[in-house]
């Protein structure tokens, strides 16, 4: 598929023709959908009427269960080369649509395709809590996205948003559900739940925001569990001042409490003020499908990956917008990018399908210097320790399984922390 320019524009510019971005036609999201329907293996498709719902978000592994037995005598086990390890397998039982660590690195939640969320401990990588109840045993729709809050309660708060357009809080040693929100969607009459399918918190953990199918993005307070407002784009068919597609991830600036970016299927990145209603400007170029928009709290860089084979992973400068480079494919080919995030200065974490495969890549040569090949399913989602003693631990979800991945540097890293422990 053809890709226009990656520029730059002022949402208030009124001379900026929608048509002039690269929004996806229903032909060309039907065809990308066919393309990603692949990576499902036993799962079915859910599809809507007006629209090819994505493989990633609505897969139901109604035939998991029965297949992982038969499966199992021919897995093949992944290849790890370079400095990275498969240092632990989880065996979940059904498709892992999202995985996401707690503040310390000691838990690792996975929301799986049927709307349970499971907790693990990584330092023994033994399953701690199932978090489900009557409502997700009843909708059975996949969780999409899983964020820990901070908070005094030992980091036990998560919160999970699902397929069924429920954003839910769960209280992890408590196994049950503190509250609820059931998100309807901006265009529909008769109240309907849009599916929701992403999140991020602000730093202060004061507030949510959740994108969804309806190309909205609500903002929640967290203390009332009230919607703040809706950020979403104007009715206007000459200038791009929101989403015109689903949303596939948000993301807050890490030191600037107003401010979050966000992307999907219309191939455009949106910057946002939570005191605004409509984007203060935007990007044009990334094809976002899942939790692949990160901003380095360092360098105030945007990271982007895309699921096409071109241009999948970009970097961005955050305060001008302007490109800063594209990360070049490796050499075992380009994956198709569903998930993919900074690893500290040094390093970016990247993965997707066609090829299953998770590089780690050299930040300053942007060349891959590890890699895990041969994964029996897509890349989903992703997530990196950020700190403690598990620092730098990767977990990286393909098919029923998560994969925790640890490195050399990590493992001095962990002798140093139990030293000082000492």
Known sequence: MSRSPSTFVDADNPHQSLRSQSELTDTESRSETDEAESDLGTCTILQSDDVCTDSREESVCTETQKTIGSHWSSYVQPKAEGDLRIYSQLECGCEVMACQFNNDGALLAVGLSNGTIKVYNTDTSS?????????????????????????????????????????????????????????????????????????????????????????????????????????????????????????????????????????????????????????????????????????????????SGSWRKEKALEIWEYSSGQKICEVPEDPHGQSRVYTCDWLGQDYIVAGGSQPN??????????????????????????????????????????????????????????????????
């Open 127 to 303: 399953l701690v809590q199932t978090l489900r109840d009557s409502e997700s045993l009843l909708s059975s729709l996949p969780v999409t996205a899983l964020r820990f809050i901070l908070s005094s309660k030992s980091h036990s708060l998560l919160l999970a948003t699902y397929a069924s357009g429920s954003v839910r809080c769960w209280y992890i040693w408590g196994h049950e559900c503190l509250w609820t929100v059931r998100e309807v969607g901006e265009s529909s009459s008769q109240g309907e739940p849009r599916q929701t399918l992403s999140l991020s918190i602000s730093a202060s953990g004061e507030t949510a925001a959740a994108g969804g199918s309806d190309s909205a993005i609500h903002l929640y307070d967290m203390k009332t569990q009230q919607r703040l407002s809706t950020c979403s784009a104007s009715s206007s068919r000459t200038v791009m001042d929101g989403h015109r597609l689903r949303v596939f991830a948000v993301t807050f600036h890490p030191a600037k409490e107003n401010e979050f970016i966000s992307g999907g299927w219309d191939n455009t990145i949106h910057f946002w003020d939570t005191r605004q209603q409509r984007s203060v400007r935007m990007l044009s170029g990334p094809h976002i499908c899942g939790d692949s928009l990160h901003i380095d709290p360092v360098t105030n860089q945007i990271l």
């Open 357 to 422: 495969m998770l590089r780690l890549i050299d930040r300053r040569t942007l060349t891959s210097v590890s890699r895990v090949l041969g994964l029996p399913s897509a890349i989903f989602s992703s997530s990196i320790s950020p700190r403690g003693k598990c620092t730098g631990l990767i977990a990286v979800t393909s098919g029923s399984r998560v994969f925790l991945l640890d490195s050399s540097s990590h493992q001095a890293m962990k002798q140093n922390v139990h030293c000082e422990e000492k």
